[in-house]
């Protein structure tokens, strides 16, 4: 499976710090960016990672950066997506499971280092558990169609 990653300056070191995991998981990674610590806006990087996903050219996304909330909000403007911010195994898992969540966004600065390896196998080790939630996210994908403009619904 092809992955999509990115950070901002607040997430580098934890992106970079995942890249042998993910290698170790069996993920073919493209990587969007950023390349230092330098401070860069995330909303460039996240685009980049949502519009990957969006268009098939990556199956799942992974964003890092200070708290995972600007990188997921930003991502989920991207149709398609459904990006959501994880602190905990449980909330990776369940994100996968209950709501075909197809972007992972992780806070450097707020999630303990030891937790965001296993934050990441949680989130590669659920699949979408389908049956009542594929209900919900259609709602989901109502939603998102219906507030498109006209002309590109």
């Not at 989920?76 to 898992?93: D, F, I, L, Q």
């Amino acid at each position: 499976m092809k992955i999509a990653l990115a950070s901002d300056h607040a997430g580098y070191e934890e992106k970079e710090r995942l890249k042998p995991l993910f290698h170790e998981l069996g993920l073919e990674v493209e990587d969007f960016g950023t390349v230092s610590e330098d401070s860069v806006d995330y909303p460039d990087y996240a685009r980049k990672v949502a519009e990957a996903v969006a268009h098939g050219e990556a199956a799942q996304g992974v964003l890092v950066c200070g708290s995972g909330t600007g990188m997921a909000i930003t991502a989920n403007k991207v149709p398609g997506v459904r990006a959501a911010v994880a602190w905990s195994e449980e909330t990776a898992r369940l994100a996968r499971q209950h709501n075909d969540a197809n972007v992972l966004a992780i806070g450097a600065r707020t999630t303990p280092v030891e937790e965001i390896p296993k934050i990441v196998r949680a989130w590669f080790g659920a699949n979408f558990d389908g049956g009542r939630h594929a209900a919900r996210v259609e709602k989901i994908k109502e939603i998102e169609k219906d507030c498109r403009p006209e002309g590109e619904r």
